[in-house]
């Protein structure tokens, strides 16, 4: 592991400060935020991450959840994934994030990783975690391998020719329905991005996976106040049952009166480059007829754009199952 | 396995502690630039806290960690996994590194009380906290219910995963976790196990967890 200098600041100030003079807060940065360590450290023991700095924002106040004047829910940045799962707030009316949450990594994983950390989740993708193998994301201009070699696992939404690189978050799937605002503190002071905002597409600079700058650091999240009556479902398909990284997701909030859709937000982990909302699949399915038939036009339309790899054309139709399925059971709940 | 059984057992892990103790005067002088603490908390009992001024590791930073109640006040390079820190540096070799990636939980323990991978946290984010490893929740003399429940329930076979499983089963007991045993298998899935005890161990957990 690169030798590294562990700050702990003592303030938010402080932690901006340090952090603003990095050269990137993207693929590469020598100053980094250290939250949960589980994503990062792994990396840093492979020689992917090499911060000079590493700065510890553990014991910043940044660990509550609290209610928001307007209904919502405010969630700091620091707090741990099983505390976010299992809040009786999160699973009464945010039950979609909840069982994302829960559905992601181990217990012992979930807690140790932060929120503010698994919006930040580097992708799986071998050739990335591989410097013996080029990687547009690790190292621009190097290639990627990924797209005639082993890919059965990558993206087939929002992919390039320079990366097909999927990310992995379960937590993000679910925080894009829920229409969650990131809050961001930097040396310019702060800002909010809408989740769908936050991710960047790989186009032809992989290595820049958020708009984040130098300095800027994740405060907390928020969500907007519940949708009433609206029923929640996060279902995910992967190659074994528990502790593995998803094939295929879906996380559906779905609001139906008299039989009808009157709502419907959609949106697919494990196929694209970033956390996929589905504006297509949620215009084919308001105003219809919540039945499978429906369910299923609406999961083609979420397909629609999916250009599939190699080795990863079976997620095209699995995504499809996975979604209708998802919002079967969500009308029936 | 009846109690009488388990009671008739050896008093002691006495390869443990011949391997501990012979190789700390054996190897000494090749290990100790690793292990700055490895006489004092492997063979002494004191209750004080154990000192190491360190030897000349560059960069080495002080820290004290709370380990089973014991405050160690050691220097390491600020690269020490929390689990080489306990294994290397303060020598409880009851955590075992598996994957050394967060794949296998091999490594759990608990901090604060919650349980963790030691592997992917640093020693130095953990200054002052509660730390609890394998040997701080019972010993031979007097097994934690749920080590007790593994001897009698056959729950290992080789046994390198074992101390991860019972750290794992350990704060499960106060986790959210419905009955049955699908419920047990979900939140052990984190903790692999080569051997394929895993029958043994939902057996030895669902145990100690009707007990209760």
């Given amino acids: 592991m690169h030798i590294f200098e562990f700050i702990r600041p003592k303030d938010s100030a402080a932690a901006i400060a340090a952090a603003a003079q990095s050269k990137t807060a993207q693929q590469g940065a020598d100053v980094r935020f250290m939250g949960g360590g589980t994503t990062l450290i792994d990396l840093m023991k492979l020689n992917v991450e090499t911060p000079d700095r590493?700065?510890?924002?553990?014991?910043?106040?940044?660990?509550?959840?609290?209610?928001?004047?307007?209904?919502?829910?405010?969630?700091?940045?620091?707090?741990?994934?099983?505390?976010?799962?299992?809040?009786?707030?999160?699973?009464?009316?945010?039950?979609?994030?909840?069982?994302?949450?829960?559905?992601?990594?181990?217990?012992?994983?979930?807690?140790?990783?932060?929120?503010?950390?698994?919006?930040?989740?580097?992708?799986?993708?071998?050739?990335?975690?591989?410097?013996?193998?080029?990687?547009?994301?690790?190292?621009?201009?190097?290639?990627?391998?990924?797209?005639?070699?082993?890919?059965?696992?990558?993206?087939?939404?929002?992919?390039?020719?320079?990366?097909?690189?999927?990310?992995?978050?379960?937590?993000?799937?679910?925080?894009?329905?829920?229409?969650?605002?990131?809050?961001?503190?930097?040396?310019?002071?702060?800002?909010?991005?809408?989740?769908?905002?936050?991710?960047?597409?790989?186009?032809?600079?992989?290595?820049r996976e958020t708009v984040l700058e130098p300095g800027d650091l994740i405060t907390h999240v928020t969500l907007p106040r519940p949708i009433a009556g609206s029923k929640q479902v996060y279902l995910k398909l992967r190659d074994r049952a528990s502790y593995e990284f998803a094939l295929v997701s879906a996380a559906v909030v779905l609001t139906i009166a008299s039989g009808n859709i009157t709502r419907a937000r959609i949106a697919l982990g494990g196929v694209g480059t970033k956390p996929w909302r589905s504006p297509e699949a949620e215009a084919a399915l308001t105003s219809k007829v919540a039945n499978d038939a429906t369910f299923r036009q609406g999961a083609e339309a979420a397909l629609r754009g999916a250009k599939p790899q190699s080795e990863n054309g079976f997620k095209i139709e699995l995504a499809k199952r996975c979604l209708a399925y998802a919002l079967h059971t969500a009308a029936v709940s | 396995m009846s109690d009488d059984d388990l009671k008739s057992r050896p008093p002691s892990p006495t390869r443990r502690k011949f391997l501990l103790t012979s190789g700390s005067s054996a190897a000494a002088s090749l290990v100790a630039a690793y292990v700055p603490a490895f006489t004092k908390s492997a063979a002494g009992e004191s209750d004080s806290p154990s000192t190491s001024a360190g030897p000349n590791i560059e960069g080495a930073v002080p820290i004290t960690l709370r380990i089973n109640g014991k405050d160690h006040k050691l220097q390491i390079d600020p690269r020490t996994t929390l689990l080489d820190c306990i294994r290397e540096t303060v020598a409880l070799t009851g955590t075992k590194k598996g994957c050394d990636h967060g794949q296998c939980g091999a490594c759990t323990v608990h901090v604060n009380g919650r349980r963790v991978l030691s592997c992917l946290n640093l020693a130095l984010m953990h200054d002052g906290e509660e730390i609890t490893t394998v040997e701080g929740l019972g010993t031979p003399e007097a097994m934690h219910p749920m080590q007790a429940s593994f001897l009698a329930w056959d729950a290992y076979q080789c046994g390198y995963c074992t101390s991860g499983q019972i750290m794992s089963a350990v704060a499960l007991l106060k986790e959210p976790c419905g009955p049955d045993d699908a419920a047990v298998k979900e939140l052990m899935s984190g903790n692999i196990c080569r051997c394929g005890a895993y029958a043994n161990i939902v057996d030895a957990i669902q145990q100690v967890r009707k007990r209760a």
């Fill in chain 1, 54 to 207: 590493v700065l510890d924002i553990n014991r910043l106040p940044l660990d509550k959840i609290e209610a928001t004047p307007d209904g919502g829910l405010k969630i700091g940045a620091t707090v741990r994934n099983s505390d976010l799962a299992n809040h009786p707030k999160v699973q009464r009316d945010y039950l979609v994030l909840s069982q994302a949450i829960l559905n992601g990594a181990s217990a012992q994983i979930r807690n140790m990783a932060t929120v503010g950390g698994n919006l930040l989740q580097r992708t799986r993708c071998m050739y990335f975690r591989d410097t013996a193998m080029p990687c547009n994301k690790r190292e621009p201009g190097s290639g990627c391998p990924a797209i005639t070699g082993s890919n059965r696992t990558l993206a087939i939404l929002g992919a390039s020719e320079h990366c097909i690189a999927t990310n992995p978050s379960d937590m993000c799937v679910a925080m894009a329905v829920l229409e969650a605002t990131i809050h961001i503190q930097g040396s310019k002071g702060s800002r909010a991005i809408p989740i769908s905002d936050f991710h960047l597409l790989p186009g032809s600079t992989p290595n």
